[in-house]
Each structure stands twice: as C-alpha cells, then as structure tokens.
C-alpha cells in the first residue's frame, strides 16, 4: 500500500488481567491504523509472575538487548500474587525504565465527559493536565544502604540522587511538552513540585535549574508548589494545573491521587519515554489478580495507553480517533470500574473500535 506506515511494536501482556486489556487496545490500535493507514506487527514477550515463577528470572539482559530494536513497547501489567512484593517491580519495570534510559513518566489526568468525578463540582473543563514524572532518578536509583542490620542499631539509608543532567533533561521535556499543548490550545504553564523548603540541596538543584531553564521558555507561564501543597490544590482547584514537572517519588504519588480524579484506575495510563530510544505505554492500574479471567475488567486505560503509544510515534490522528472513541465510549458505560460497566471487557474494546471504524 502506498503511503502506508509499519510499526512493529513489542508487547509484554504480563500478569493478572493484563493480557485481557492488551487483548482489547491491539484490537483498538488495529482499527485505527485500518482507518489511518499504518499497520503494526506484534511481537510478544512472556515477561511477568508466571515466567518468574517457573525460571527464576525476571528479565534476563538478553530481552533489553532485543527490546532496544524497536521504538515502543505495550505493556499490560506485572504483578502476581504469589511473588513477593519487590522482585517484579525492580526486576522488570524498574529494570525496563532504568536500562531503557526511559526517563520521563508522562500521566496525562483528563476527565472525559461523563466521566464520575470525586470532586465537587470539578467537570472535564477543570481537569485536563499533565505530570511529568522524573522517571530513572531521585529515591528509585537504590542508592543507599544498610549497616548493623538485625541490631536495634540498624541504619538504612536511601537518597534522593539527581545530578544536573539528569534534572536538565527531564526540564526541558517538559518545556517543550508545555509549549506543544499551547500551541493546542492550553494555558501554557509549567509548575515544578518539590520539597524546597525542607530538601535544600536537592530541591535547590532542580528550582535553580527550573528557572535558568525558564528564561529559554519565556512563552510558558511557571510557578512552584511543594509538594504538600500540590496535593491539595490539585484536589481543590486541579483547573490551575496544565503541567507538572517534579521528581521521581513525588511524581510517583500525586499520579495515583490524579488517576483517581480523572475517574480512576479504569482509565489512567501512562507512558515511560525516552524520546531517544525505546519508550514504553501502560495501563496504571496493575495486575488485578482477582479479576483474571472474568472478562471484567476495564480495558480503557490500556486503550489509553495504546493511544498515547500512537501519538508518541507521531500519528497524531490516528490518536485523535482513538480519544473521540474512549471519550464516546465513556458516556455509555455506567461506571468505570471492573464488574460495573453494564459491558464486559470485550465488549467494551469492541465499543470503541467500532466507534472509530464507524466515524
Ligand atoms: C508506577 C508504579 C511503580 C512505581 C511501581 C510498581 C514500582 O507504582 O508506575 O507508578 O513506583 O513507579
Ligand atoms: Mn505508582
């Protein structure tokens, strides 16, 4: 076909109802490139729980190797009930950001209409920002240790490491992120959220960065929280938000508190980017071991996630499609939670690429 794109994408379905999700957004992803033109090619990898339990291993450096040849990787969930808690997570998520170099977390945390909000009288017009995440430093890079361990004189450390970089990098990601939604249409302003009355050294790092970085940007609007702070104005008046930039453990809990008032765990996803390289696109919301099988659970959120893997690749209508079909898709559901949707899983899927196969 002429003028048609490939993509060839790997896809790591992983635990629990993971693979029933991915299922559902390889048949949204489908649609979409049937009408736009680009076709994918699947290539599966078992990495997970179950793999762990039967090798002992979690991701072996020959997966990376393979991994790095393409541009995206879909992601469903990892997480098993009967690994211990740590072992998945650091030995294949934290691996696959880490080695991947994928140092941006990108959350978007958009209300569709229809959508039950836990807000008082905050509708989609009040909620449309971005977190972008730090996504391979500060708290996570396991730097630290333990002595006198097993004594009541034990000491355990875990620092906050971010070297100018490092900081730079992800900064100016999210300039740029800011300076590509005004030209969309958006407000056009960055915060930065941290700790810098209290983290003086770490925190000064990244505020003196900031504003250096700012006068580069001088089309984007910016502005500071801490932290605390952040997390109350983001449920107060989350309408003052348009981007976020803050580092990795902070990033990592004001995104759970943004997926739930964007609706929940049923539509929250996210992207680990490494703008360079190869960038990977998941639901958020974990394995739910107890929903495997049932045909339940929301694909949504991996829907999302495929999306967000569309517009990374630059098919930027084809995104578009796949947005106004979730977004029609979330007025009929009753709910977005696994069991209340009035629709099953497949079903859901189906909704939203007839949608777009139709429109
Ligand atoms: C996330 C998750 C991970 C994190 C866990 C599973 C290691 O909570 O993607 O937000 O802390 O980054
Ligand atoms: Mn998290």
């Not at 009930?81 to 998520?93: A, D, H, S, T, W």
């Amino acid at each position: 076909m002429t003028g048609s794109k490939h993509y060839s994408i790997a896809v790591i379905p992983g635990d629990g109802t993971g693979p029933e999700v991915i299922k559902e957004g390889k048949k949204v992803l489908e649609a979409a490139g049937k009408k736009h033109n680009i076709s994918f090619e699947f290539t599966d990898y078992n990495f997970g729980g179950d793999r762990y339990l039967k090798t002992k291993e979690t991701l072996p450096d020959s997966a990376i190797i393979k991994l790095k040849q393409f541009k995206a990787i879909y992601l469903g969930a990892i997480g098993h009930p009967y690994v211990p808690p740590g072992i998945l997570e650091v030995g294949i998520l934290l691996k696959l950001r880490f080695s991947l170099d994928q140092y941006i977390n990108l959350r978007p945390v958009k209300l569709y209409p229809g959508v039950d909000c836990p807000l008082k009288d905050k509708g989609p017009e009040d909620i449309d920002f971005v977190v972008v995440r730090e996504n391979t430093g500060g708290l996570y890079t396991g730097h630290g240790g333990v002595t006198r361990k097993g004594t009541p004189y034990e000491v355990a450390t875990q620092v906050m490491v971010y070297d100018r970089q490092m900081v730079d990098r992800c900064l100016e990601y999210a300039f740029n992120l800011t300076r590509a939604r005004k030209e969309e249409g958006k407000p056009g302003k960055l915060t930065l959220v941290h700790k810098t009355n209290v983290l003086t050294y770490v925190g000064d790092l990244w505020y003196r960065a900031f504003m250096e970085m700012a006068k580069k940007f001088s089309d984007i609007e910016t502005d500071y929280n801490h932290i605390d702070a952040a997390c109350m104005w983001t449920v107060k008046n989350p309408e003052w938000f348009d981007v976020i930039v803050i580092p990795n453990m902070f990033g990592d809990i004001i995104t759970d508190l943004g997926a739930m008032i964007q609706g929940g765990m049923g539509i929250a996803a996210g992207g680990n980017i490494n703008p360079g390289g190869t960038s990977m696109f998941e639901p958020i919301g974990g394995s739910a071991p107890k929903y495997t099988g049932k045909n339940v659970i929301n694909p949504l959120a991996a829907i999302e996630a495929g999306r967000m893997m569309l517009k990374h690749l630059g098919e930027k209508e084809a995104a578009k499609s796949i947005e106004d079909a979730v977004s029609y898709v979330c007025t009929q559901v009753k709910s977005l939670s696994a069991c209340k949707m009035g629709y099953s899983t497949t079903e859901v899927g189906d909704m939203v690429a007839e949608y777009i196969s139709g429109s």
